[in-house]
């Protein structure tokens, strides 16, 4: 007989059931989930609580660099933190959590790091020891001020986007998905949310409703926002940036390693969990 709760890798043959755990507690399309699945979800970077063969809980881990200070440090993104409904309250998330700390430990990792999906949670992350250490800057941009031509625009490849992003966010500290999560997210099938490259500079931004928010933007700021009209259709746009001072906190952390503490960061890929 299973043990009741067991916390372990997934296997293969339980993507399914975890597809279908995804599904229950986020908003996601099944094409986002499956998606997700195709280009970002490997062997080991899942970690599930079991109940009687069951998924009940469960996080995703996506290779990740932070940048803090000028040096490059391994991290993990968690991603898609969720437990069943009917299993919340029995402290499945901590033993998911707790099985992180450890492997990240024997893997290396110097950081792990997160964007809380809605503000209650924020509370919940500081009891398992993450910090704030993400901020962002917002306004609001409207079409009438950006009149002209617009640049041709390509999708943008993963090895463009740690180039471009480094070369005019140098100055800053970063946290930048591996592969597997920028395809994970930004591929080309998206419905919802684009990388574009423009020039010398890129943009990221998401369409959801009626609203479009640029999560990401490095170069010709003037060009890149035309363009992005002139794709959504639309007559106004968030757009989100690094803010110097902590005004509205995204993401949080937690270093498992001698690894310095993060003052501040920019991560802006739009998703939490």
């Known amino acids: 007989m299973q043990k009741l709760f067991d916390?372990?890798?997934?296997?293969?043959?339980e993507y399914e059931?975890?597809?279908?755990l995804w599904l229950r507690c986020f908003d996601d399309s099944p094409s986002v989930v499956e998606r997700f699945f195709k280009n970002a979800v490997t062997d080991e970077n899942v970690v599930a609580a079991f109940s009687d063969g069951e998924p009940v809980s469960v996080l995703y881990m996506i290779e990740s660099t932070v940048t803090n200070n000028g040096k490059d440090y391994?991290?993990?993104?968690?991603?898609?933190?969720?437990?069943?409904?009917?299993?919340?309250?029995?402290?499945?998330?901590?033993?998911?959590?707790?099985?992180?700390f450890a492997l990240s430990k024997e893997r290396g990792v110097d950081y792990l790091f997160l964007v809380p999906a809605e503000e209650s949670l924020f509370e919940m992350?500081?009891?398992?020891?993450?910090?704030?250490?993400f901020y962002?800057?917002?306004?609001?941009?409207?079409s009438k001020d950006f009149t002209g031509g617009t640049e041709v625009f390509e999708n943008l490849s993963f090895e463009d986007y740690i180039l471009v992003r480094k070369s005019f966010s140098h100055k800053m500290n970063l946290a930048t998905l591996g592969e597997k999560g920028f395809k994970g997210f930004l591929s080309p099938e998206s419905e919802t949310v684009k990388a574009l490259k423009c020039g010398n500079g890129y943009v990221v931004y998401e369409k959801e409703n009626d609203t479009v928010t640029v999560h990401e933007l490095f170069g010709d700021e003037n060009s890149l926002l035309k363009s992005v009209f002139k794709l959504t259709n639309m007559t106004s746009l968030t757009v989100r940036g690094f803010a110097d001072e902590k005004t509205v906190p995204f993401g949080m952390y937690l270093g498992v390693s001698d690894a310095p503490p993060i003052d501040n960061a920019f991560f802006g890929i739009p998703y939490g969990g």
Request: charged share 35%; glycine share 8%.
């Open 136 to 142: 962002y800057s917002e306004k609001i941009v409207c």
């Open 17 to 20: 059931a975890l597809k279908a």
């Open 7 to 13: 916390v372990r890798y997934p296997r293969e043959d």
């Open 125 to 133: 992350y500081k009891k398992l020891g993450f910090k704030n250490g």
């Open 74 to 100: 391994k991290a993990f993104y968690i991603y898609a933190v969720c437990t069943d409904p009917d299993f919340r309250g029995k402290g499945l998330m901590k033993k998911c959590f707790d099985f992180l």
